[in-house]
């Protein structure tokens, strides 16, 4: 229970930060999406992996570093978090006045996938890998992955990168529901695709 309520609190203030800081239009908000990843999984990541999000899940648990019994209440504490944390962004700064983004289908797809790719690689390298245990900097490279990701393709896709992230920016009114099965989808094909290619690259227990 308690690997599932870390999961809770740590993408919960993911995604709470994501609406709020997109609400405040600050130019900084990638940063500050970034570093709530960065700082809630150098908080978490000793009792939980730090994953907060279904993606990453994925991709460690093919991996071989994710108990089969854990993916699910994983995913269940990942997007109830995003919900309630959506739900809190609703109640304090509502709905946007201009309604949600409009993004194309086929660029969302494939920039949502490819660096969800990247994210999943990199948490697999940098958290998982041998050669790196123990290290003090996985929590820094992982964040600047999605501050990369937000400031290279935001615009493209909505930069969820996690189909909790996903659900909460429906809920919060940033994206059309529409949008939801390509953060589903191609979030948690790009976190497969990760976790092949890291199991392709490395020898077994590396």
Not at 15 to 24: E, K, Q
Not at 117 to 139: D, E, H, I, P
Not at 176 to 191: E, M, V
Request: glycine share 12%; hydrophobic share 60%.
């Amino acid at each position: 229970m308690k690997k599932y309520i870390v999961e809770f609190i740590g993408t919960f203030f993911l995604v709470f930060t994501v609406g709020m800081a997109v609400r405040s239009g600050s130019p900084l908000a990638p940063l500050a999406i970034g570093a709530s990843l960065m700082v809630m999984i150098f908080a978490g990541g000793h009792v939980s992996g730090g994953h907060f999000n279904p993606a990453v899940t994925l991709a460690v648990w093919l991996r071989g570093k994710c108990d089969t019994k854990d993916v699910l209440p994983y995913w269940i504490a990942q997007l109830a978090a995003g919900l309630v944390a959506a739900l809190i962004v609703v109640f304090l700064a509502g709905k946007p006045v201009l309604g949600p983004a409009s993004h194309d289908v086929v660029p969302s797809l494939i920039v949502e996938f490819l660096f969800t790719f990247a994210l999943a690689w990199v948490v697999l390298n940098a958290a998982t890998a041998k050669a790196n245990a123990g290290n003090s900097f996985y929590g820094l490279a992982i964040g600047f992955t999605v501050l990369a990701g937000a400031v290279a393709v935001g615009g493209v896709s909505g930069g969820a990168f996690n189909p909790a992230v996903g659900l909460g920016v429906v809920v919060m009114g940033l994206e059309k529901l529409s949008q939801f099965w390509i953060y589903l989808a191609a979030d948690l094909a790009g976190g497969a695709a990760a976790a092949l290619a890291f199991k392709a690259t490395h020898d077994a227990g590396e």
